[in-house]
């Protein structure tokens, strides 16, 4: 019975989380360069990621979304970059310096999850612990 209610408990947890959404970026370069990357997320999300680089001067990782009036800049991706709390929209992260060389890296799109989330995660552990309970006493 206990491994029952574990599957259960299992399957909840993982109904409740949202999947990440991870794109690698490289680029050689001699000169400027400012490379964008566009994705449209439907639901709100955070963005991480990180650049490895050799020979480049960073101007930054510049995240922009026409749709929403929305502008916000990392001076230093090496170092990693991440913007939380973001809505629902369109957005475009250009790759901002120059130099002759190159960077690679990557940056992942999470989403996050709604309060509705965690109230039907709260709602479905309190069940399984009155049929925990309910079994015990029985």
Request: overall charge neutral; glycine content about 14%.
């Amino acid at each position: 019975m206990k491994f029952k209610l574990a599957i259960i408990a299992a399957a909840l947890l993982a109904s409740t989380g949202a999947s990440a959404q991870t794109t690698s970026v490289f680029d050689l370069t001699s000169g400027s360069f400012a490379n964008a990357y566009t994705f449209t997320v439907a639901t709100p999300f955070d963005l991480m990621g990180d650049t490895n680089s050799s020979g480049i001067t960073w101007f930054g990782a510049l995240l922009q979304a026409p749709s929403i009036p929305f502008t916000a800049i990392d001076t230093n991706p090496d170092d990693g970059f991440s913007f939380t709390g973001l809505a629902a929209g369109t957005y475009a992260l250009t790759f901002l310096g120059s130099g002759t060389g190159g960077y690679g890296g990557f940056y992942t799109i999470t989403p996050v999850p709604e309060p509705q989330t965690y109230a039907m995660l709260a709602g479905g552990l309190g069940l399984l612990g009155l049929m925990a309970n309910r079994r015990k006493r029985g």
